[in-house]
C-alpha cells in the first residue's frame, strides 16, 4: 500500500523559534497533499490543502503567515510554523491524496509538537 | 459547510458487535470514508462508500444511506486490539479533502 512518512517524529521547541515539518509520499505521486492539526481526544481538523507548483489553500481561521506550506514536488510538502506559541503545541499530520483507487487519502505517522 | 455527527464514546465488550453511526448534511456529497486512530497514531483506511448498501471487509462493514445522511461502521467478533477511535469522514464533489467527523472513541473490554 501506499507509504507516507512524516520528519521529525516528535520535536520540542522554544517558543518564538520555527519549526519545519517534512512530509513525504514514498511509493506514489501526490499532486495534492492535506495537513491537519489535532488537539487531544480531539479529531482532526484541517488547516490547509498544498497542491504542488501552487499556492496552498488555507481554512478559515488558519494563519497562512504562521503555518507556511511548501509543495516543491510531487512527493514533498512541509509545513513551517513560525514563531511558535505553547498554544501551537498539538499533533500535526500530513495526508496525501492518491489520485487512482478510491482517492483516499494516505496518513503520515504524524508529528507531536510541543512549544516550551 | 459540513456538519457530521457521531457519539463520543462507546464502550463493547469483547467478542461482541458494536455499531458506530455517523450522520451527516454537506451539499454535494460525494463518499464517506471511514478511518481507524489508534492513540498517538495516524489514521489508517477502514473503509469506502460512494452507492448505498453495505460494504463488508472481514470483520468490518459500512453501510450507507445517501438519502438518509447516514452511515455506520459494524465492527464483529470484538478484539481488545479495536479499542480506539472511529473516524468519520466525508468527500464532497469536486474535491479531494476530507471533512471529519468529532470521532468516536471505542473501549473494548474482557
Known amino acids: 500500500g501506499a507509504v507516507v512518512s512524516q520528519h521529525p517524529s516528535r520535536v520540542i521547541c522554544k517558543s518564538g523559534t520555527s519549526v519545519k515539518i517534512e512530509c513525504r509520499s514514498l511509493d506514489f505521486q501526490a499532486t495534492t497533499m492535506f495537513w491537519y492539526r489535532q488537539f487531544p481526544k480531539q479529531s482532526l481538523m484541517l488547516m490547509a490543502t498544498?497542491?504542488?507548483?501552487?499556492?496552498?489553500?488555507?481554512e478559515q481561521g488558519v494563519e497562512k503567515d504562521k503555518f507556511l506550506i511548501n509543495h516543491a514536488s510531487l512527493t514533498l510538502s512541509t509545513l513551517t510554523v513560525t514563531s511558535a506559541h505553547p498554544e501551537d503545541s498539538s499533533f500535526y499530520i500530513c495526508?496525501?491524496?492518491?489520485?487512482?483507487?478510491?482517492?483516499?487519502?494516505?496518513f503520515g505517522p504524524g508529528t507531536r509538537l510541543t512549544v516550551t | 459547510g459540513q456538519n457530521i455527527d457521531q457519539p463520543t464514546e462507546m464502550t463493547a465488550t469483547e467478542g461482541a458487535i458494536v455499531q458506530i453511526n455517523c450522520t451527516y448534511q454537506?451539499?454535494?456529497?460525494?463518499?464517506l470514508f471511514w478511518y481507524q486512530q489508534h492513540a498517538g497514531e495516524a489514521p489508517t483506511f477502514l473503509s469506502y462508500n460512494v452507492l448505498d448498501g453495505l460494504e463488508e471487509k472481514g470483520r468490518f462493514s459500512s453501510f450507507l444511506s445517501r438519502s438518509k445522511g447516514y452511515s455506520y461502521l459494524l465492527l464483529k467478533e470484538l478484539q481488545m486490539k479495536d479499542s480506539a477511535s472511529y473516524l468519520c469522514?466525508?468527500?464532497?464533489?469536486?474535491?479531494?479533502?476530507?471533512?471529519f467527523g468529532t470521532g468516536t472513541r471505542l473501549t473494548v473490554i474482557p
Open positions: 498544498s497542491n504542488e507548483g501552487s499556492k496552498a489553500t488555507y
Open positions: 495526508s496525501a491524496h492518491d489520485r487512482g483507487g478510491y482517492g483516499e487519502q494516505y
Open positions: 454537506t451539499s454535494g456529497f460525494n463518499g
Open positions: 469522514a466525508v468527500t464532497e464533489t469536486g474535491a479531494n479533502n476530507l471533512f
